[in-house]
């Protein structure tokens, strides 16, 4: 009776154990004799220090790059800037007169100026770092926005509008420009529009 009862129990104790071992993954069992190898050379080729392989720092390279800003990128987020901050210059009550004007006869020329500023910067990539820089003056002052070179921390160019009151004809908005390269003193024209011969509400004004 003990004798049948030990059999069962290493019977029992067989089955319970069975696949509880698992051979270490690092060796190659040969199927045809049993042998185990270490892994190749080839295998762990690719992998630095730190486990990560030639394909895993090729993604990550590859992520970087996209995160850079294409000259196209950067020419579309600055002109949409750009408009927003021309509307919000003129303010409502001007905007509802004059909107059509501004943006048929004004901004094409103002993204044709802006196009050239970032493409003359595009040697080097430094217009990455170009952003719309300052709010629009309220009241009678004629900022609408600057360009700025974060790299270099200087100001590119200025953008503005004056108010002209000329004699029998009623006052017109004279948008320009001013250049870095000639140290804002040249005006730049880039167009005029017609508001009335009454005096114009404030920029900005609601």
Request: hydrophobic content about 35%; glycine content about 6%; proline content about 5%.
């Amino acid at each position: 009776m003990k004798l049948w009862f030990k059999k069962l129990s290493i019977i029992m104790i067989t089955f319970i154990t069975m696949g509880a071992f698992i051979p270490p993954t690092y060796l190659d069992a040969n199927a045809d004799t049993g042998e185990a190898f270490p892994p190749d050379d080839d295998d762990l080729n690719g992998l630095d220090e730190g486990g990560l392989s030639d394909d895993d720092e090729n993604i990550d390279l590859d992520e970087n790059l996209t995160d850079i800003e294409s000259l196209d990128d950067v020419i579309d987020r600055i002109t949409e800037e750009a408009r927003e901050h021309t509307l919000r210059k003129l303010g409502p009550k001007i905007s509802r007169q004059i909107e059509n004007e501004v943006m048929s006869a004004i901004m094409p020329n103002m993204e044709d100026v802006l196009n050239t500023i970032i493409e003359e910067a595009g040697d080097d990539q430094r217009y990455t770092g170009f952003t719309v820089s300052e709010e629009p003056s309220a009241g009678y002052g004629e900022r609408i926005f600057n360009i700025y070179d974060s790299e270099a921390e200087e100001e590119v160019a200025k953008f503005h509008v004056r108010r002209d009151n000329r004699p029998r004809d009623g006052y017109w908005f004279n948008f320009h420009y001013h250049l870095s390269s000639d140290g804002f003193e040249e005006h730049h024209q880039l167009g005029e529009v017609y508001w009335d011969k009454n005096t114009p509400p404030k920029w900005m004004s609601k």
